[in-house]
């Protein structure tokens, strides 16, 4: 009976994974050895677990990542491209985060940037920071709908918080006015603040010819690309392919 007493409270207290152990416990006869430190300590790693991947669970998907299953260890090495290894597995420890700095994954269409912006992603999200993907014309879009309710802020605010945004089809079309000041507010309101990786087929000599106002445009380079690393994903032989050439998938 005290014992039902005490996993009902675990369970109001939301220690359900604890409940859930000491229920194990006391049906396991083999537990009965064990000293109660032994079995305090079971309990509390078995809570402790659980927790760590509930929220690391919750982290992936907030992330809304575009692949969900990238990782660092799959990246390709012998796929012809030429990447910077050492790089990429530097920037996978996260201190960029820590140093609020930015990554720029340049490389053409299908190139694998991506893929390389999610795995880092994941790995960012494995070290419990909070990341957010979105591809630049739907986030431009999103800041549209949002204006015409007066609630930009509100989105502004959505993307300005994670501790890593990563924004993908960076600069891939021609920017009107109203969406360069967006794209230069939010990238404003992260600066040394928080990290931001770009995936873009354009260097960003290319980027600014894509803002319509030069101030503008001298302002989100200031703040993107001086605290920025950049990986550059060529190709060995020179001729750019996709990597679902590579790996024999459907265009």
Not at 216 to 245: C, F, P, Q, T, W
């Amino acid at each position: 009976m005290m014992n039902e007493t005490t996993i009902n409270k675990l369970i109001q207290m939301r220690l359900t994974a604890m409940a859930d152990a000491l229920r194990m416990q006391q049906s396991d006869r083999s537990f009965g050895q064990m000293s109660f430190e032994e079995r305090l300590g079971l309990l509390v790693d078995v809570e402790y677990s659980t927790r760590r991947s509930n929220r690391l669970n919750r982290l992936i998907q907030q992330a809304h990542f575009d692949n969900p299953m990238a990782s660092i260890a799959d990246i390709n090495y012998t796929s012809g491209r030429i990447l910077d290894k050492d790089l990429i597995h530097r920037l996978a420890s996260c201190e960029y985060i820590l140093d609020k700095h930015n990554v720029m994954i340049l490389g053409s269409t299908g190139s694998g940037k991506t893929f390389l912006a999610c795995a880092l992603g994941l790995e960012a999200c494995r070290q419990f920071y909070t990341v957010r993907y979105v591809r630049l014309p739907e986030l431009l879009t999103e800041l549209a709908i949002a204006r015409m309710e007066n609630k930009q802020d509100k989105v502004f605010n959505k993307f300005s918080k994670p501790q890593l945004l990563i924004i993908d089809e960076w600069m891939l079309m021609q920017l009107t006015g109203v969406e360069a000041e967006d794209v230069f507010e939010l990238i404003h309101k992260r600066h040394r603040r928080s990290s931001t990786i770009v995936c873009s087929q354009f260097s960003p000599t290319g980027w600014h010819a894509r803002i319509s106002q030069s101030h503008l445009a001298d302002g989100i380079l200031d703040r993107l690309v001086h605290d920025a690393y950049e990986i550059k994903i060529k190709y060995k032989d020179g001729e750019d392919r996709s990597m679902r050439e590579v790996y024999g998938l459907k265009q």
